[in-house]
């Protein structure tokens, strides 16, 4: 098994900072931090959407403030080719639905909270991310 680009203390540190901003949020608004619904209400929800797309320009402006301290952009490498992230894209998206949220959400919020949704739902979703894993990387040869 190959590890590619493991980097222990940047992802510490990502960490830390998605659970601070977390923390922060439910803190100060009481709303939970999952992206999925922030998106969804920032773009067709009726009210309470300037914090929403407040939060999202901080989650896009990651790679500028990257490129400012840096002066480089993110290097990003997808092993995977374009169809297949758009289907990647759409079946996240069921998943969310019938999930009733995203990793963010039940992963980082609802596991905090204790929920017991958000625990069958975040041994829903890294059993399926295993499986897939499993299945295109050994079953197809990808």
Do not use: K
């Amino acid at each position: 098994m190959e590890i590619v680009n493991f980097t222990p203390v940047a992802s510490l540190f990502g960490g830390v900072l998605i659970g601070l901003a977390a923390v922060m949020l439910m803190l100060v608004l009481g709303r939970i931090m999952g992206a999925t619904g922030i998106l969804a209400a920032a773009i067709w929800g009726e009210d309470d959407r300037a914090w929403r797309w407040a939060i999202l320009a901080g989650m896009v402006s990651g790679p500028a403030l990257f490129l400012t301290l840096t002066g480089n952009w993110p290097q990003i490498t997808v092993p995977s080719s374009t169809p297949a992230l758009i289907l990647g894209g759409l079946l996240v998206g069921v998943g969310v639905s019938y999930g009733s949220g995203c990793t963010s959400g039940h992963g980082v919020c609802g596991l905090a909270r204790l929920s017991p949704r958000s625990l069958a739902a975040t041994l829903t979703f890294m059993l399926t991310t295993g499986l897939t894993v499993y299945v295109t990387r050994h079953v197809m040869g990808g």
